[in-house]
């Protein structure tokens, strides 16, 4: 059971999370001839697997006994541990939407958005295929509602920009999901590169194919418009100076430098627009508004910076590869019976003489560069619901 204190004030957002430690014991949790299992998971902690071995029924060569029961037992364990790692996941989603339900975000919809978001809206007409760059820290949060309806049945390619910041199991998570989805998806770095060269083929393969639509039509082959979109600093402008192989479009790492549509011939045949970030005139979404806050996805002016480093800190907890281990580690004082507030407060007495806001400032930043490992701060809606 948990139970939660949130409110929040002009300034500031107090988030304090109590949670008691009660153990629920499930025991066998699955049985395999020759042994059982059961399985005893504790609130803070990571999911224990104890294994006992029964005298076999008939006699079966050593060797072979040791291989069975090494090979049955890495299956079952493992997928008990998927199963609770499925359930966090699923928890976590839970715990910050009630967490972030009273945050509050100011809405940052700064004038040039909604000047840009008038004039892409009409671009989309004209284009012919979209190229829409997503956080892949948090996919969900990065994807526009009204993008789909904007372009109509134009081709979209999905590109999940920052794949140098989450883990190989999250990267393998969401390109499944969305191949599921049947959307083409790519994973890319737009700062060292990486994935921009495959970019660049399926959009020219695209290209190709739009054009030979157009010959079997009797129709002359045209330069093909492609327009590359996404909410503010997702990495667009870097995605679109890799592929063009120069610098062509400013670049920061903070959201709103671009604020202008802008043509580029990429190839020949091909022309690329960059515009400017996007966003929804309101966020209704609390919990994506605060995971965009986190990732520096969305403007620093627009939310309480303590009130989301509390919930960050509250999410680094639950998540199975980082723990409260990965404060504790980084901070040198023990996280793991604190709130995501009580440690703020902490790490400010420790460090910054009891400025909660510098501590803030400190984590939020730590995540964004790594510090914590690299990790997504979010998992395809496909692996949340099984448990539904």
Known sequence: ????????AASSIYISCDRSAATSQCAPAASTGSRSFSTEWRSGSSPTVGVEVFPPRRFTPRATRQTQRENGAGRV???LMSEDA?????????DVAYLT??????QWYPGHIAKAEKALKEQLKLVDVVVEVRDARIPMATTHPEIDSWMGDKKKIVV????DMVSKDDKNSWAGYYTSQGLTTLLTDGQRGAGIMKLGRVARSVAADINLKRRNKGLLPRAVRCAVV?????GKSSVINRLLKRKVCETAPRPGVTRDLRWTRIAEGLDLMDAPGVLPMRIQDQAAATRLAICNDIGEASYAVAGVASVLVEILKKIPTAGSKVLTNRYNFDASELSGEEFLEQLG???????VNQAALRVLRDFRKGAFGWLALERPPSVKEKNF
């Open 349 to 355: 007495q420790v460090k910054f003489q009891g400025d």
């Open 86 to 94: 499925t359930q966090v996941w699923t928890d976590l989603e839970s």
């Open 160 to 163: 999940l920009n920052r794949e």
């Open 230 to 234: 996404g909410y503010p600093n997702v």
């Open 1 to 8: 059971m948990a139970s939660y204190v949130a409110s929040a």
């Open 101 to 106: 339900r009273s945050a509050r975000l100011v």
């Open 77 to 79: 364990e493992a997928a």
